[in-house]
């Protein structure tokens, strides 16, 4: 299992070299000092679309890849290929100044790399994009190609976080609300499980019943933006069977729509 992972994070290693990355090593120190001031919110702004600047976040690092899925797949290989999609999906709809940030490097690191260089490029709206797990003590052991793996198949489902930190945290709840609609509009459900006791320090207040909306104060790049910031867990790829929803392109497609139109949404509103 230990060399599964390894040749997969060095697949996924290439991939990121090829990729749209705008963010380098030389920029850390900027990245760092910039985050470490916090947020300033900028001036109110009117949502022309071309000039909507979006950074779509691709979560985690081929360094530190988050999860493992349930047949042992990274998560930055599935928060990469999504991430991609909605950056193409909303340049198409207009927004012409949308970005995909990757970066590089060890997780807490990375984290202030990403806030640096939205903060740096005066983003509008930060969109980080992430798959799903469960606390280790709710993992299960099967065996798939060969190796031990982990899977957990008690929950499923999307779900959006925002921070009371963030300086636009009315705007980051009206965008994830917006966002959550149009998920369930597509027939998706979210994940109900963050309220409950066994999810331990993972317990999260939510914010909107109807669409899956959750309050996670802390989170760097939630908290530290100088924009409008959402996260989104667009499904769980340690339910085995929503870990191949998730390799589809129906579901890809789907998540990106949604985004797309909640987006337009937002904007025919400003």
């Known amino acids: 299992m230990r060399h599964l992972r390894s040749v997969i994070v060095g697949l996924v290693a290439s991939i990121v070299l090829s990729s749209l990355a705008f963010v380098t090593a030389g920029e850390a120190a900027i990245a760092r000092k910039s985050a470490r001031h916090g947020p300033k919110p900028s001036p109110s702004f009117k949502c022309e679309t071309p000039k909507f600047r979006i950074v779509v976040d691709v979560g985690h690092t081929p360094d530190s890849y988050g ?13 990469f290929r999504l991430a991609r999609l909605i950056t193409a999906k909303l340049k198409s709809e207009g927004f012409a100044a949308t970005r995909l940030l990757v970066t590089d490097g060890k997780a807490r690191p990375s984290l202030f790399k990403r806030v640096g260089a939205a903060n740096e490029g005066r983003a509008d709206l930060f969109l980080s994009v992430h798959h799903d797990s469960v606390p280790d003590k709710l993992l299960e052991t099967w065996e798939f190609d060969g190796a031990k793996s982990y899977f957990s198949d ?3 489902g999307h779900s959006l976080f925002v921070s009371r930190q963030n300086p636009h945290f009315a705007t980051s709840l009206m965008l994830a609300r917006m966002i959550g609609r149009q998920l369930k509009q597509q027939g998706l459900h979210y994940a109900s499980q963050y309220t409950l006791p066994v999810m331990g320090r993972y317990r999260r207040q939510l914010l909107d019943k109807d669409v899956g909306v959750y309050r996670y104060d802390s989170l760097v790049v ?8 959402v996260l989104l867990e667009a499904g769980s790829i340690i339910n085995r069977d929503e870990e191949m929803e998730m390799n589809s392109p129906e579901r890809h497609e ?4 949604a985004v797309a139109a909640a987006m337009r949404e937002f904007c025919e509103k400003r």
Not at 67 to 79: I, Q, T
Not at 222 to 229: G, K, N, V
Not at 254 to 257: D, K, R
């Open 67 to 79: 999860a493992l899925s349930a047949r042992n797949d990274p998560e930055f290989g599935f928060n």
């Open 154 to 156: 008690r929950f499923s």
């Open 222 to 229: 939630l908290s530290r933006t100088r924009s409008a910031a």
């Open 254 to 257: 789907a998540v990106a729509q």
